[in-house]
């Protein structure tokens, strides 16, 4: 079975995409107008987690 997605994407009641950190349990990003751009900057920071893991 495939490893949980730490960053996720949700929609804002005014039609925004922010990136929720199920870690941390809050939003970590500001609004984006689409939710490419939310899911691009998601990857980003789900692979700056792995890299940080991967050096200690």
Request: proline share 0%; glycine share 6%.
């Amino acid at each position: 079975m495939g490893e949980e997605r730490r960053f996720v994407t949700q929609k804002d009641d005014d039609g925004g995409w922010r990136i929720y950190d199920r870690h941390r349990n809050e939003f970590v990003s500001s609004v984006f107008d689409s939710r490419r751009q939310a899911v691009a900057r998601a990857r980003i920071y789900q692979e700056h987690v792995e890299e940080l893991q991967n050096k200690r």
